[in-house]
């Protein structure tokens, strides 16, 4: 990781010179502090945060840490927003708005599953300046599979490019939802609009998987409820440069700086987010 970024450069230029290297970093954070741990959690490596539905362990804080160490020297003068580190304190959270070049990780979206010895989990990482994602990266460590995109020069996966497509005519809507215990009354009744004829809604897993297949085409949108920006940075950059789309209830693009109007949906294509929207904006 020699010769860091000039003070001249541009995020594009050191995109085009280091993406390799977060690349490396997210498979070396998985190798070392993840899958070691992965179905071998001992009881006192699993605490809860909230309450017993969020969870984190010591995989968590570990690659966090790997991942904050290496991302920060990677990229002189960036700033990481970490989901535990902002857990510790809420006050990190708020380098998403300032000046810096911020990276925003997610060291294992679906920590329920990973502690159930579930595959479904995997490692999210979004490069976003002046709260626009420039990059992201999403590593399932389990598939050992690797999807990127870069804003403008679309979405990869394992090298092959990825393309969201269109749904296909004639068949219910296939739609990832918010877990009702993670959403307030209001958008309970919200979501509740997608319960009609041609969507059949479920509740998601790990958000960044969800991401995933919406831009590789097998799911054909999300709906959720909750803003964080570990957890939809680096997939809404993947599914607009496959090809999708992301609107909130009120058809205005998710902002990861916040005050978004809830809930949100990411499609596989445009005409699919209207259609959604009508769906969460129901009368009064």
């Known amino acids: 990781m020699e010769g860091m970024i000039e003070e001249s450069e541009t995020i594009e230029e050191f995109l085009a010179r280091h993406s390799a290297d977060v690349e490396d970093a997210v498979r070396k954070a998985a190798a070392a502090e993840i899958m070691p741990r992965f179905r071998r959690l001992a009881e006192h490596e699993v605490d809860q945060k909230s309450g017993p539905h ?34 510790a304190n809420p006050a990190v959270y708020e380098a998403i708005r300032g000046e810096a070049p911020v990276w925003i990780v997610d060291p294992v979206d679906g920590t329920r599953q990973f502690v159930h010895g579930d595959p479904g ?34 979405a990869h996966l394992d090298g092959a490019r990825l393309r969201s497509g269109t749904p296909e005519p004639g068949r219910p809507l296939q739609v990832a939802t918010s877990h009702p215990d993670f959403t307030t009354a209001e958008q309970k009744h919200a979501l509740l609009g997608l319960r009609t004829e041609g969507v059949a809604p479920r509740p998601c897993g790990s958000a960044g998987l969800e991401y995933l297949a919406v831009a590789r085409g097998e799911l054909d949108a999300t709906a959720f409820s909750w803003e964080a920006a570990w957890d939809h940075a680096a997939g809404l950059l993947l599914v607009e440069e496959a090809g999708g789309a992301h609107a909130t209830s009120t058809g205005e693009p998710f902002r990861i700086t916040g005050g978004n109007a809830l809930p949100f949906t990411a499609a596989r294509d445009a005409a699919t987010a209207r259609r959604l929207v009508a769906l969460l904006s129901p009368p009064a």
């Open 54 to 87: 969020d969870l984190v362990t010591d995989a968590d804080r570990l690659a966090e840490l790997y991942l904050t160490d290496t991302l920060a020297a990677l990229l002189p003068g960036s700033v990481v927003v970490g989901e535990e580190a902002v857990h």
């Open 121 to 154: 989990f995997c490692t999210l990482i979004a490069l976003a300046h002046h709260g626009v994602v420039r990059a992201s990266w999403t590593y399932a460590p389990v598939r050992d599979q690797l999807a990127v995109a870069v804003r403008g020069q679309g």
